[in-house]
């Protein structure tokens, strides 16, 4: 008989559940006494991350086109004509060059280009601009500051000084040699969306089955038969027939997929939002027109500092000055359409009255 005395109840223990602790995290310090080196030991799973995740790879894709893939300008002449003709690998241009370069200082934190430099009229010309990838790079630095890069060419490391090397990093905080990968705060939460995805990808499967078949027979031969005749007739997308009253068909017993889309619809939001991206700058879709322009204006200032630094880096290792063009701008209008529905938008002397409950 069942015991109904309530003075028996024990805990499960959860209170032994330990405080969340979050990880350190230390900078990279030079060798005070000697060289130090710093490989992109993590580049080649960064890339994967990119490569195999569709929201890492659209946002990443997303920001660099708004802010690289628009045009470009110089006031001078003869930078037009350096830039126009750089073919990179042999068929890039300088905006794919420049895309290549964002992409890939955001997933790995740092981007490397070879500046090829060429004696022309008595003064350095800049002939091609070549990039490599960061897993092949290591940075020297000595006292605080880089003091040249290597680059493995499958056989040996290449010195390359750091007047011939375009080095841009991502969100270099205190005193790193080195940049932040976009990847470094949310790789749990890509993971997480990536087992849920899975989950979810095996239930879906699972619909293609009848469930559960309560056989009125204990012999097995018979049950083995009926189930293969079953298996058969669903992977066939065929009739299932079955003599009266010896089989009842039973669905799986399975919790509603809502849940666990907005588990997962919540993780692919917060992947974009960590990225710098809002997701209606990639799709529209479930977007409001308010939260449509909300999202734009919040990205022209993303995709407008990629830009602004990209500019001033290329100023200061090139000594070259070009404009990228920035999107078009809502803000304007956005204002105008504040003031025509002052109505609807602004707030009203009786609003802002305060109002008590006597």
């Not at 569709?54 to 350096?82: K, R």
């Not at 499958?154 to 270099?172: C, Q």
């Not at 449509?292 to 290792?317: C, M």
Request: charged share 25%; with cysteine.
């Amino acid at each position: 008989m069942a015991e109904l005395n309530l003075n028996k109840a024990t805990t499960v223990g959860l209170i032994g559940v330990p405080n969340f602790i979050m990880d350190a995290k230390v900078l990279d310090a030079d060798n005070v006494e000697a060289e130090t080196t710093h490989y992109f030991e993590n580049a080649t799973t960064d890339l994967g991350y990119y490569a195999n995740d569709p929201i890492v790879f659209s946002a990443a894709n997303g920001l660099a086109t708004w802010a690289f893939s628009l045009g470009w300008t110089a006031e001078d002449d003869n930078t037009i004509q350096e830039f126009k003709h750089v073919t990179g690998r042999g068929n890039d241009t300088f905006a794919n060059l420049m895309w290549n370069h964002e992409v890939m200082k955001l997933i790995v934190g740092d981007a490397f280009m070879e500046i090829i430099w060429e004696d022309k009229d008595n003064k350095k010309a800049i002939s091609n601009l070549v990039p490599i990838s960061p897993e092949r790079v290591r940075i020297i630095s000595e006292g605080g500051r880089i003091k040249r890069y290597e680059v493995w060419d499958g056989k040996d490391w290449k010195e390359i000084k750091t007047t011939h090397m375009y080095h841009t990093s991502n969100k270099r905080i205190g005193d790193q040699i080195h940049g932040t990968s976009q990847l470094d705060a949310i790789r749990k939460t890509i993971d997480a969306r990536q087992e849920a995805e899975e989950d979810e990808r095996t239930i879906k499967h699972r619909d293609k089955a009848i469930g559960i078949c309560k056989y009125k027979t204990n012999n097995q031969g018979k049950i083995d038969t009926a189930n293969a005749a079953i298996k058969k007739g669903i992977d066939d997308g065929d009739m299932i027939g079955v003599p009266d009253d010896t089989v009842d068909f039973e669905a799986f017993p399975v919790k509603s997929s809502e849940d666990r889309q907005n588990w997962i619809q919540s993780r692919e939001n917060f992947t974009y939002a960590t990225l710098g991206v809002p997701r209606n700058m990639i799709a529209s879709d479930g977007t409001s027109e308010v939260g449509g322009i909300n999202g734009h204006l919040i990205f022209e200032v993303t995709a407008g500092k990629e830009a602004l630094d990209e500019e001033e880096s290329i100023e200061s290792q090139m000594f070259r000055v070009v404009k990228f063009t920035r999107p078009p701008s809502l803000a304007p209008q956005t204002q105008e359409n504040q003031a025509a529905n002052t109505g609807t938008t602004q707030i009203q002397p009786a609003e802002a009255e305060p109002k008590l409950n006597r």
